[in-house]
Structures are given as structure tokens and as C-alpha cells.
């Protein structure tokens, strides 16, 4: 299909979604090869190659074995720890067969849910592929998340298996695990769970629950020669659950299929990142992270690409660091985000110069938006085009975005392009729902059915997957995915925000509700709001506004920066430092509507220093004085 030019394709995707994608489905392994690409017949609920087997860890490992065993599979490299260690294809075959038959031993079967609660390590990714293997469902947590948004997901996914490790590390601090994991066990409500600990000498406490807790090395052991047979599934069989942020405050669980995710995934590498079998690609996410899922575990193995796996920050232990692997690797691709770029954009610009990026052919930047001067200055700094990608943890991969691997259409600063192929997108009016035409905004839609790869429905929950997603207009329904855009005459989309509670802090997701919720843990708290407010380095940060039940306690600038930490440890402790408040104001009332809902955009445009919009609805003026003099004190 490359060759056909980006319309051409793009506009085949739509027309004709049987033949091309049942051209793509060629491009994995099946046990059973579908003859069809989509059962529509339940739409918004699409199943993409009804009649096809596969799995996932033979598409991403045993597949290459006859080829591939002895390139290199998977490279681990830690700044936090001073580890490098490199995987071939082989070795991860045996490695995740090892952990399958550990899994089995402890009762993993097909359909069962493993979570995994680990830090960037390679025994993570083996976990996502003998889960995978097993035809069991993985649920990858942050490990950044605390001990309550573990307990949430725990409750929701119902794991018979628990994976983790002692410790992560963050800035050469050690960060426990596992003593987190044990709080959100004991918060939780479902079955306890078996738990694999993966001991990685950091930290000292190996306090281990008898019957419930294995260790992952002795484990291995016992597995050493372990065979494990790929379970075949049907394509629409769930590969993993990861959950993500709306507008209330339980998270959802979004499910993905196997098969349909495999073509998408093995598609786009060509397609849009233009990445050729065996060479080496850097993406630097988290695995916790939809990016991880897709960049840095499933697309580049079902690829046949080397894929780095690093661990650390992009300025420890030099600003440098990133730049090396991918002199030394001979990095071909990079997947990245914009905050980290520019976390790097304040450092001496020299780093950049020092190393042979000659292999390098794009830069790959997803997950908010990008600003011209930061993208203008690492394209520059790299000598390589910047392709700005927009997509959603429900999607798995590119909604919009250049598509240089079938075509090099120039891009234009500001905008991720154009519809990825297989994506019928439309601009609809917020409150008519009429689809709209160039220069005017509106919110992005996509026009079912969802392409492959994307979310299958919400884990358990079919009935708000059609309310969350579907029900924003009359008539047929679309997929909403709640972002205000724009499309200009040339066809080049921008995105113009977020048209819900969602906030994107430093490319991290989170939802306005959660955070008020963990403030609301807080004993004196009464009410409160959560807004994003621009940031130059993040995109956006989490500020809270509060009313307290006892104000007499907040009063004098001790108490009250005594009382704002509480309130900040409050959402630590609850959802973990990524959800932390940068400011915390004490107020004595909200801004609310005559029927009592909160004006959180009259909020935050204060926030902003913006005008504050329409106030005719509002209840009680001087609450929005109070807003005003909190960010502004006399
Ligand atoms: O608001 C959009 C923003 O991030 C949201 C999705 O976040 P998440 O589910 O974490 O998935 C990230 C996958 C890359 C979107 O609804 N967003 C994502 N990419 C961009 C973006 N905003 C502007 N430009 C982007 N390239």
C-alpha cells in the first residue's frame, strides 16, 4: 500500500476497510487467518478479523525466532542503577517462557488478570508477554501510582496474580514497592491474590507474606527449562486492561483486543514510523504509560526492532545520556515527549553536539501539545524532522499524525497533521453536533467503526463504554474523544485542548476528580477544586482551591503552608507525587452555578490570568473575588 501516496491510502483505509485491512493482517502470524476484518454487527462494539487465532508473545517474540533469535531483542539501560543488559530474541524467549510456566504454577490460565506493579526493568516487559502468552489479561500499574490507585485498580481487574519488585529508583532515590502494594492489598476488597516479588537488592525490607508472596528468582529456578505453549485466542480476546483518567473519579479500564492491536501496532511502524525490522528504536515512556504498551514493548518487537528500555531521567547522570544511547545503539527512531524535550531545552545546548546522531532519521513526540520553540530547537539540535503524534490511551496508537513511511507530506508547526489511515474523523459543533468545516472549532470525533488497535470496550463495563465515549450526540453516535480541534483548508488538524475535566500534566494524564477526591481525604477539608493551569515546563500543573472546615487552622503563614503540605501529602499518599497540587489556596467559598455545579473553567482561566467568561449563572460573585485574591494576595 506504501507508494499509494498519504490520501490514497488514508481515503482506501475508509472505503475499502475489508481489503486493506486484511492486506495488513498479513503482516502477523495467525493460528487460524481471518477471512474477514470486521464484524460491524454491534456497533459502537467493532471486533476487527472475527475469524482469526493469534497470540500475542508469538507475534512479538517466537515469530522471529528462525531469523532474529540471535539479534538483539531488548537493551536495558539504567541511569538510576549503572545497569546495561541485552536481551537477544532468544533469550527473551526463554526468559518469558521461564516466567509463563511460574505463572501457570501459581494458576494463571487463559482469561485470568495479572497485574504488574513494577519499575522499568526488563522482568517487567517479560511479565506483559507471559501473560500474553498464557491468554491471561495484563493490567500494568505506574509505578508511580500510591497505594490507593493501585487498591481502585486491584478492586476493578480482580488479579489472581500480582507481580512486582522491592523497589523503583527515581533520582538515585530508592523508591519501595512492594511495602505499597501490601498497604493496597489490605485496602482492597477482592480475593488476595498470589504475588511474585522481583528482589532487586534495593530495598532492605523483605518482610514476605507466607503462601501469598514468591520470589521471582527462585521461581526462575524452579522454571529454568520451562516450555509453555502459545494459548491461541480469538482475535477480539483481551490482551491487556490499562486504566486511565476521566471526568469522574474511578478510573476506567480500557480493554484492548489481540488481534486487531497486532496488525494496528505492526502497521504503524512501517507506516508512520517509518522503522525497518532489526533496527534499533528508542521510545523513552513509562511501561505504565499507553505510549510503553504500544512503543517500547509491543510495536517494536512484533517489528523485529531492538528496543531500548531506559530507565532514569533524561538529565542524570548528564543531559547527554539520551543522546549516547542513541550514538551507541545506532538509534534509527525516537519516540519521546515534549516536556521531556524541554527539560533537556534548559541545559547547556552543547549536549546535543557531542555525539554521532548520524543514525537518527525522526523524532516521534506524543501525549500533549508540542510548542513550536521546542520543537523548532530539537529538530535543529538533532538535524532530524520532529513528527508530532495525537493520540489516547483508548486508541493504542496514532490518531493523527504525518505518516512519513507512506508518504513525506510536509508538516506544518502546531499540527500532528493528518488522520492516521483508518481513522474517519470529523469536527463536531459541542452543542448541535453538526460536523464542521475548515477554520471552525469544535471537538474531535471519530466515526465508528474504531480502527484496529484501539479500545474494545471498558473491562466490564459495556454499558459506560457507550456513555462515555458515545453518547455526546444525537443520531448515529461517534466516538467523542473529548479534545476541542481545528481543521484548516490544507487538511492539517490542531488540537486545541482538552473539553472535559482531564488535565495532562508533563504528558501524564490525570483526572481533575481523582485529585479533589484525595484532597478531600484531607480531615479539615470541606470542598474543593482541581484546575490545570498552564505551565511552561509541564504543559500544565494540578492547582487545588479549598475550603476548609476550620479555617481558624489554615490562619497565619505557618499554619497555612503547613496545612497546603498536608493537603499535597493527602494526594502522595492517595494517588502518588504526579497528582500533587503545585499550589494549594484556602477560600472560603467556590464559584458555583445557581444549581450548584462548580465553574471550574471560570477557575482556571483566573488561574491563567484570563478573562473568566460567561458569569451570569453564578450564584455568589464574591466567591470568584476570593479565586481572584488567593492566586493574587495584597
Ligand atoms: O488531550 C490529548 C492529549 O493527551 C490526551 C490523551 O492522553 P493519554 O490517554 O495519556 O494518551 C497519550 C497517548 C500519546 C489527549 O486526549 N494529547 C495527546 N497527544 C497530543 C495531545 N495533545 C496535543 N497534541 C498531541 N500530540
Redesign the pocket.
Known sequence: MAGAGYKATHERSIRDREGFWLEEASRIDWRVKPTTALDASRLPFAQWFPDGQTNLCHNAVDRHLPERGAQSALVYISSETGATRTFTYAQVYREVNRLAGAMKGLGVECGDRVLIYMPMVPEAIFAMLATVRLGAVHSVVFGGFAAASLAARIDDAQPRLIMTADAGMRMGKVIPLKPLLDEALALSAAATPQVVVLDRGLAPDRARVAGRDHDYARLRGIHMNDEIACEWVPSSHPSYILY?SGTTGRPKGVQRDTGGYAVALASSMEYIYDSRPGEAWFCTSDIG???GHSYIVYAPLINGSTTILYEGLPMRPDPGVWWKIVQDYRVSGMFSSPTAIRVLKKQDPAWLGRYDLSTLRFLFL?????DEPTSAWISKGLGVPVI???????TGWPILTAQPGIEDTPRKIGS?SFATYGYELEIRDEQTGAALGAGQKGVLCIVPPLPPGCMSTIWRDDERFISTYFSSFRGAPVYT???WATRDEDGYYF?L??TDD?I?VAG??LGTREIEEAVQTHANVAECAVVGVADALKGQVPVAFVVLKDPARAEGALQCSAHAREVQHAVDTHIGAIGRPAQVHFVAALPKTRSGKLLRRSIQALAEGRDPGDLTTLEDPAALEQVREALNPR
Open positions: 486511565t504509560w499507553v505510549v506524543a501525549g500533549e501539545p508540542l508530532d503524534n495525537y493520540w489516547q490511551t483508548e500532528p474523544t473529548f479534545d488540537i485542548g482538552r482531564v495532562n501524564h494524564r
